[in-house]
């Protein structure tokens, strides 16, 4: 027996290795649009690896002290501690800068590839039977990265972040009956004071990456417990195992998860290192040493959110002041209705979708987005919403290149808000329905069956339970 033998022998006495070896031949699809799930895993990874480096440094203070660093501009001045240590990160510290840029474009990737693997998961149908709360965990998991890219934003304490950090401090503060309590608890009080960016920095680095660890945790859970969702199969397909069914959805035919698929997340990790790596060596991001320290009685000239946060800018920018109103001596501010009620709507039309377009049986196989004629409609007039709303946030760029005020071209953004999305979802739902509806379909010929009911056919055995067959194929 080989030393490597007797080592596994010994693991495997003591952690029952050899019981494993059902969770090890698990199937993944090769889809390679399925990996937008493991750059997200893998870039959450890269930001606590690298916010730890971060941590090290940082000092969540804003008490003044007199700058000693590398900076010119800022020599012998005094300085809040939190802008002082950012300054000795990117400019003192070794790598300094590097890590703070891969942090910063790690943040980036994780909304993104968040976002794109639930627009390739809702445009496929993948949310179905019996994957909704695998659906509710990733909308909650967007709500926790948007929140850490915000509670991120401020640390710096410079001119630029303080500023647009204001802007949520005032949205929180606008909520009725609760919003004073709730800025107390997250802003400590009017900001910005001195607790604000302590607890800011605490949500940052412990509550939220806590929460987000623990979601990651409980989507892998299920989707390991549950069946991956597979593409519709060309025909029956030939496997180690035997022949496998076209239609047969108790059945998944894919790579087993070691040692194929675990080479293949190898490989995609290493990618997205390397490709956020190349980001932070070329690209710069948030100059702090140009826009100062924080100063209350000062504001820049341009302040504009990061892209993911951009939509929600526009729902502020967008709606008039006199949409406030009072009831029962409650003050109902405009602040409230585009930060809070809007937002609030658009996350939980999102999380309660599956549960419109829900389908009573267990659906395995992915659909075709142009089978699925209202559903896409919606997708893409949700998604003209959003890129509407994101231009409403950059209305004075949008201004000035139009050559009006703001005040001239935000009603037409808003009448585009509403109109556009509408209009963008009817062209796709009518160029995507059928041309000969069903009803005046030739008696001798059956229509073809919807691509929810394809795919809502019943199994012999449990569809959501380990004890479906998975096939292995090489």
């Avoid at 969770?23 to 730890?52: H, Q, R, T, W, Y």
């Amino acid at each position: 027996m080989s030393r490597s033998e007797r080592v596994y022998g010994w693991l495997d006495d003591r952690l029952d290795l050899e019981g494993s070896r059902d969770f090890l031949g698990k199937a993944f699809p090769a889809e390679d649009s399925f990996l937008l799930g493991e750059i997200a895993a893998f870039a959450f990874v890269v930001l606590v690896l690298s916010g730890v480096f971060l941590g090290f440094f940082y000092e969540p203070s804003t008490s003044t002290v007199e700058y000693q660093g590398s900076v010119d501009r800022f020599q012998g001045d005094s300085v809040p501690e939190a802008f002082a240590s950012v300054l000795q990160i990117t400019y003192d510290v070794p790598f300094g800068m590097f890590i703070r840029r891969l942090h910063h474009w790690a943040a980036h990737l994780f909304v993104a590839s968040i976002a794109l693997h639930m627009l390739r998961v809702f445009f496929t149908g993948a949310y179905r039977n019996p994957r909704e709360p695998n659906w509710v965990v990733g909308v909650l998991l967007s709500i926790l990265a948007m929140g850490a890219a915000y509670t991120g934003y401020a640390l710096p304490f410079d001119e630029f972040a303080s500023t647009a950090t204001g802007i949520g401090y005032n949205v929180a503060s606008s909520i009725p009956i609760v919003g004073g309590l709730l800025s107390k608890i997250v802003f400590g009080g009017s900001f910005p004071s001195s607790a604000t960016i302590p607890r800011l920095y605490f949500l940052h680095v412990l509550i939220i990456p806590l929460l987000i660890g623990v979601l990651l945790a409980v989507h892998f859970a299920v989707l390991v417990r549950q069946k991956h969702t597979e593409a519709p199969r060309d025909g029956d397909l030939e496997t180690a195992e035997g022949r496998v069914a076209e239609d047969d959805d108790g059945v998944i035919v894919g790579l087993p998860a070691f040692p194929n698929q675990a080479a293949v997340s190898a490989v995609v990790f290493f990618l997205t290192l390397a490709t956020l790596s190349l980001l932070a060596g070329f690209l710069p991001v948030h100059n702090v040493a140009q826009y100062g320290p924080n100063d209350p009685a000062g504001t820049p000239e341009l302040i504009m959110p990061d892209w993911f946060f951009m939509w929600l800018y526009g729902f502020l920018k967008l709606l008039p002041s006199w949409l406030s109103f009072d009831v029962l001596g409650i003050h109902v501010s405009t602040e409230f209705l585009g930060g809070i009620v809007l937002p609030t709507l658009v996350f939980a039309g999102v999380i309660l979708w599956p549960f419109v377009d829900r389908v009573e049986e267990p659906t395995h196989f992915t659909a075709q987005p142009l089978d699925r004629p209202r559903q896409t409609a919606v997708g893409v007039a949700a998604v003209a919403f959003i890129l509407l709303a994101s231009l409403a946030g950059m209305n004075n760029i949008l201004a000035d290149v139009v050559g009006v005020s703001t005040g001239v071209i935000n009603p037409w953004l808003t009448v585009a808000l509403i109109v556009v999305p509408v209009a963008i979802g009817g062209v796709v739902y009518a160029m995507l329905s059928p041309d000969v509806d069903v009803a005046s379909a030739p008696p001798d010929e059956e229509a073809p069956p919807d691509a929810d009911e394809q795919g809502a056919e019943p199994e012999d055995a449990d569809s959501s339970g380990p004890s479906d067959e998975e096939v292995s194929g090489e």
